[in-house]
Structures are given as C-alpha cells and as structure tokens.
C-alpha cells in the first residue's frame, strides 16, 4: 500500500499562484507514475498533470500547460504542482494519485492509490 498526503491549498486570489505538495509513504518503490486530478463542486474528476517517477517524463491536460508544473523528488518520495495565473475556475479539491504502472495516464481509473484531497480556492 502506499499512502498519500496532500498540502499546500488555500485561499488566493486571481492572477496568484499555489505550491501543492504531495508526500508518498509506505511502499513507495512501487510507485510507477503520479498525478494530480481536481473536482470542482458538481463536475468530474478530471486530469491535471502527471508525471513518470522514472526519468521525470511530465504530461498536462491542455488548458493547464504553461500555467502549471508538476516535479517530482524521488528521493524524498514528493511530487509538487506549481500553480501561476490562477483563474477562479481552478477552484477545486485536488487529489494527488500514484499508480503502479511506470507510463504516463490521464485516466483517474488507472490510478492505484489517492490522496485526501486539498482544497484550492480562487477568489475573482
């Protein structure tokens, strides 16, 4: 099992920026890919960014891509999700996930293992 713990939400406002951390406990070897989903109040869960734990390979849903980063520190078994230019409809809960399978995935079905959740509010 691998046990996932988000932080970093909060309250900011448009045009601001959010550092989201993820810690990954227990067996953490095991841990192929990682991302980071969002849902918002009444909508899907729906992909942000990923990225491969091996090599550092990254990936993002298209409307995220130049406003957010994903990274990842092996050794400290962390994944963080740099957040610039927030809009209000970033507004969300959101999940930090690790799946076995070493390949990056957008599907929330693939994913093995979530976090909690932290919630981000963007005011306008």
């Known amino acids: 099992q691998v046990q996932l713990v988000e932080s970093g939400g909060g309250l900011v406002q448009a045009g601001g920026s959010l550092r989201l951390s993820c810690a990954a406990s227990?067996?953490?070897?095991?841990?192929?890919?990682m991302g980071w989903f969002r849902q918002a109040p009444g909508k899907e869960r729906e992909f942000v960014a990923g990225i491969v734990m091996s090599g550092g390979s990254t990936y993002y849903q298209d409307s995220m891509k130049g406003r957010f980063t994903i990274s990842r520190d092996v050794a400290r078994n962390t994944m963080t999700l740099q957040m610039n230019r927030l809009r209000p409809e970033d507004t969300a809960v959101y999940y930090c996930?690790?799946?076995?399978?070493?390949?990056?995935?957008?599907?929330?079905?693939?994913?093995?293992?979530w976090g909690q959740g932290t919630q981000v509010t963007v005011s306008s």
């Open positions: 227990g067996r953490t070897f095991a841990t192929g890919a």
């Open positions: 996930a690790a799946r076995r399978e070493p390949r990056a995935s957008s599907s929330r079905r693939s994913y093995d293992y």
